[in-house]
C-alpha cells in the first residue's frame, strides 16, 4: 500500500522521535489515519538509520492482538515479537 506523507502532522511530532523521557500518544477518530501516520514515522526511522529492532509496530485492531488489555501483556507481546 503506498502511502500519502501528511508532512503537516509529520512536521508536529518530528521534534519529538528521539525524546525518549516522553511518551507520544497519537489519537484521533476511528479510520482518520493514525496507524499510516505511525507507519510513516516508522519509515522516517528507518531512512534515519535506526535499526528495525528498536521500532515497534504493533496493529492491536488485528483479531490475535484484541485481548491485550494491561501494560504487562503489552510488553510481553512486544518481547515476543522482537
Do not use: P, W
Amino acid at each position: 500500500m503506498k502511502l500519502y506523507f501528511r508532512e503537516q502532522y509529520l512536521k508536529k511530532i518530528r521534534g519529538f522521535y528521539h525524546d525518549e523521557d516522553l511518551i507520544k500518544v497519537i489519537t484521533g477518530v476511528r479510520r482518520c489515519g493514525k496507524s499510516c501516520l505511525m507507519q510513516m514515522i516508522a519509515e522516517e526511522l528507518r531512512s534515519q538509520g535506526i535499526c528495525e529492532d528498536q521500532i515497534v509496530y504493533l496493529d492491536l485492531d488485528r483479531r490475535g492482538y484484541r485481548k491485550i488489555k494491561t501494560a504487562d501483556q503489552l510488553e510481553q507481546l512486544i518481547e515476543d515479537n522482537n
